[in-house]
């Protein structure tokens, strides 16, 4: 079950009785900046895409059907030329709180630009051995998902994932697009899944699962030791910037929290919300303008 997957050993299914699916993907198609140009067909993506995705197991671990992990795909269409599209992708999940009707959000990834081939009635077909680029970026999302999931219910929990999703980039490196290569400005999936498994980031793998499990999900039962251990989850971030400076998995933490972070500090002591400011100030400038309520009040 979800909140068992904790600790070295997950659960493993032992008859094809107790396997559920793991994801619980919407899919959401745009295509007015096509429109008269003949595409209406390209919103059959949406249901192909979500049977993809949410129609085979990508574990060995047991899910109850209420414990698959919740998440969006987002395509909003560009431009056309033939059979090739570009389109903006953004993916998010989600997980639930502990003990409480909220949910997280765990990842939130936006890509301006994102270059495939699709042709009318094509097939997806899932195949780890071999490069396309609409599967192959439906299989490495699902394993990134799942790994930041993993992650948030135990220490580094996530690795077998994100090492699959690394062999997907590796499978790209001669056919696929600049999504999947080292580009300049280091934030695309290249990027996040050599951050992910880079040994100098282990505290910030650390901080998820501190954050997540120890912070969040024990909030209710004692939001004055939850509070505690969020602020540690971000002194150990905090660590990560100073060792290797600005990462792409900070700006996406950050990008999905920075809110959340305010909200689950502000009822702190003046002494934790200074030093919960003195860091978010520093490692995330961007939000100092919502950091500044931890100040608000005396």
């Known amino acids: 079950m979800r909140y068992m997957r904790i600790g070295v050993v997950a659960l493993l299914c032992c008859a ?3 396997r559920a699916q793991e994801l619980v993907c919407t899919v959401s198609i745009d295509l007015r900046a096509l429109e008269g140009t003949g595409v209406e067909f390209l919103r059959q993506l949406k249901p192909q895409i979500e049977e993809y995705l949410n129609g085979r197991a990508w574990t060995q671990d047991a899910f109850e059907p209420g414990e698959r ?3 969006t795909l987002q395509l909003v269409f560009l431009e056309r ?3 090739q599209y570009t389109a903006q992708l953004a993916v998010s999940s989600r997980r639930p709180i502990y003990g409480s009707d909220q949910q997280t959000v765990v990842l939130q990834i936006l890509e301006p630009r994102w270059t495939f ?3 009318q009635g094509q097939p997806l077909v899932h195949n780890l051995d071999e490069f396309e680029e609409l599967t192959s970026t439906l299989d490495f999302y699902a394993y990134v998902i799942l ?3 993993y992650d948030t219910f135990s220490s580094q929990g996530g690795t077998r994932f994100f090492e699959i999703a690394r062999r997907i980039v590796d499978l790209a490196q001669s056919s696929g697009g600049p999504q999947w290569k080292p580009a300049a400005d280091r934030q695309n999936r290249y990027w996040l899944v050599s951050q992910l498994l880079d040994a100098r980031l282990v505290p910030f793998r650390e901080a998820l699962f501190q954050y997540h499990f120890q912070g969040l999900d024990a909030y209710l039962e004692n939001p004055e030791q939850a509070r505690e251990q969020i602020l540690a989850a971000l002194e150990r971030i905090a660590e990560v910037f100073r060792d290797v400076s600005r990462q792409y998995v900070l700006d996406l933490f950050f990008t999905a929290k920075y809110r959340e972070i305010t909200a689950a500090l ?4 003046l002494e934790q919300r200074r030093r919960a400011y003195e860091i978010l100030s520093a490692i995330d400038p961007g939000h100092s303008s919502e950091y500044r309520k931890l100040l608000a009040r005396p």
């Open 16 to 18: 094809g009785s107790l």
């Open 69 to 71: 992990i919740e998440c």
């Open 81 to 83: 030329n033939g059979d």
């Open 117 to 119: 081939r699709y042709v």
């Open 147 to 149: 790994g930041y999931d």
């Open 266 to 269: 502000e009822e702190a002591p």
